[in-house]
């Protein structure tokens, strides 16, 4: 399984940008596929992902960030908006190995598979 995360940049407070995840190789594609970003000094954390048609979000993202899946391209998308420069960190999309209870989609050791990461800057 691969993933490659890509659309980080620098963005302004209040700005908005779109990362997206492309999968290749997974078996099972009920398994989630979620997003955690990492600031420096400070643990990874669960942002969203996208589970079996349905979207979970860190209360601290809802409301600003949306999750979607392009089935044709195998693609899941990360939209942010109202970014504030509290949101400033490295994205990662990850998937689990296959389906698992709910309760594991936003830990990040129930995610098996691990993309590069992507910067996300939001400062003026």
């Known amino acids: 399984v691969q993933l490659q995360a890509s659309g980080g940049g620098l963005v302004q407070p209040g700005g908005s940008l779109r990362l997206s995840c492309a999968a290749s190789?997974?078996?099972?594609?009920?398994?989630?596929i979620g997003w955690f970003r990492q600031a420096p000094g400070k643990e990874r954390e669960f942002v969203g992902a996208y589970r079996e048609r349905r979207t979970y979000y860190a209360d601290s993202v809802k409301g600003r960030f949306t999750i979607s899946r392009d089935s044709a391209k195998n693609t899941v998308s990360l939209q942010m908006n109202s970014l504030e420069p509290e949101d400033t960190a490295v994205y990662y999309c990850?998937?689990?190995?296959?389906?698992?209870?709910?309760?594991?989609?936003?830990?990040?050791?129930?995610?098996?598979?691990w993309g590069q990461g992507t910067q996300v800057t939001v400062s003026s």
């Open positions: 990850a998937s689990q190995r296959r389906r698992t209870v709910l309760s594991a989609t936003s830990l990040a050791t129930a995610y098996v598979y």
């Open positions: 190789g997974r078996t099972d594609t009920s398994a989630a």
